[in-house]
């Protein structure tokens, strides 16, 4: 139990394009998901956390309005790099946590996102 | 600022050894730490947790040590195999939703 999925795996887009990431819970319902970045050889650090109903909260230094997040249902949430440059290429990372407590996080397999 | 990290960046052990992870922390606040293996490619996976009220939790040949007084959290892993070659973090979570990680381990297991 506890899968999360994403898609795409992978996705190569032209400068100034945008790409929509989606992060799906299979089994189980996520009231809250949360989306990393991570680059090469580096650890995973946290852009947003997405409540399903509310807008998302996103950590310092994070701009909420190059990175779009939507949580529209208990299950999907979706990423939104809006005009992508080369250095927005990076793996990103979804996880859900099933239920409203604080409980372990699921991971998805990520997407490596790269801008030409 | 706050912040989980690792005294070893890099460790290499041969196929049948037990392999240590280790990871400081640094917020006392901290009361739930998890431990992530990641394979390259692939999102992390959970391996182990442990609440602030034990120091010591046994899975299936891996085990967790929480020295709260130092701020000290471990990975053991027991018989390493090769299939254990991976990146390992450690992370905290200080009572709300948000989960800190660690800069990450590489674990390299020599057949």
């Known amino acids: 139990g506890a899968v999360v999925s994403q898609h795409p795996s992978r996705v190569i887009c032209k400068s100034g394009t945008s790409v929509k990431i989606e992060c799906r819970s299979l089994d189980f319902q996520a009231t809250t998901m949360f989306w990393y970045r991570q680059f090469p050889k580096q650890s995973l650090m946290l852009m947003a956390t997405?409540?399903?109903?509310?807008?998302?909260?996103?950590e310092q230094g994070v701009e909420k309005d190059k990175f779009l997040i939507n949580h529209a249902s208990l299950t999907l949430s979706t990423l939104t790099v809006t005009s992508a440059h080369p250095e927005d290429s990076s793996f990103y990372i979804c996880s859900a946590i099933p239920g409203t407590g604080r409980e372990t996080q699921y991971f998805g397999p990520g997407t490596r996102l790269l801008v030409l | 600022g706050e912040s989980v990290g690792l005294h070893l960046p890099t460790l290499s052990v041969q196929e049948g050894d037990n392999s240590i992870i280790n990871c400081a922390y640094s917020?006392?606040?901290?009361?739930?730490f998890i431990w992530y293996k990641q394979e390259s490619g692939k999102g992390p996976q959970f391996i182990i947790d442990?609440?602030?009220?034990?120091d010591k939790r046994q899975g299936q040949r891996v085990t967790v040590l929480l020295n709260k007084t130092v701020k000290h959290l471990s990975l053991q892993i027991a018989a390493t195999q090769p299939g254990d070659s991976a990146v390992y973090f450690c992370?905290?979570?200080?009572?709300?939703?948000?989960?800190?990680f660690g800069a990450g381990t590489r674990l390299f297991v020599k057949a």
């Open positions: 992370a905290e979570n200080t009572g709300g939703f948000k989960t800190i």
């Open positions: 442990i609440r602030s009220n034990m």
């Open positions: 917020n006392s606040a901290s009361d739930y």
């Open positions: 997405s409540n399903e109903g509310s807008k998302a909260t996103y």
